[in-house]
């Protein structure tokens, strides 16, 4: 329970000090393409990066979003990726989200039914010290929102 509640904790500490200094958060769009050809989607601040790749079939290109973010005391690098209206009519059959410069503390992953946003289930993906990526034979292939949080090292004196 208390490993649940410092995530939380990372999670509101996070948000908050993005939104609250916009000159560390910064959202550009990309789009997501069938076809099932792998892709990845690369954005960062200062000398840290998120790194989203993905393999999609079925449906058209659809406009996704990225959000990273650095909090204003430089411990914790965060970076966000979802379809703004939602649902995903595609089918990802493979997916990975890896920060560089950061080690991972936090991460979730969601799909959406309708208007309602799910977790994924825990054996759907797995989480590494510096990746997400979905698990073999288990991930349902539904993904609409990434979240990654990852704690930033400093070398000592």
């Not at 954005?43 to 979003?65: M, V």
């Not at 379809?83 to 959406?112: C, D, H, M, V, W």
């Amino acid at each position: 329970m208390a490993f649940l509640l410092e995530i939380e904790w990372y999670v509101l500490y996070v948000l908050a000090t993005t939104e609250a200094s916009s000159a560390k958060t910064k959202t550009v769009e990309f789009n997501v393409k069938p076809g099932g050809v792998v892709h990845t989607f690369t954005e960062g601040i200062d000398k840290y990066e998120c790194s989203f790749t993905y393999a999609a079939q079925g449906g058209t290109n659809e406009d996704w979003l990225m959000s990273v973010g650095l909090s204003d005391d430089d411990m914790l690098f965060s970076c966000s990726l979802w379809r703004p209206q939602g649902k995903s009519y595609l089918f990802f059959t493979q997916f990975k989200a890896e920060l560089k410069g950061t080690k991972i503390k936090y991460a979730n992953a969601y799909s959406q039914t309708g208007h309602s946003e799910m977790l994924l289930k825990p054996e759907e993906f797995t989480i590494g010290d510096s990746t997400v990526t979905h698990t073999d034979g288990k991930f349902s292939a539904q993904l609409s929102k990434l979240t990654v949080i990852g704690q930033i090292g400093h070398d000592e004196l």
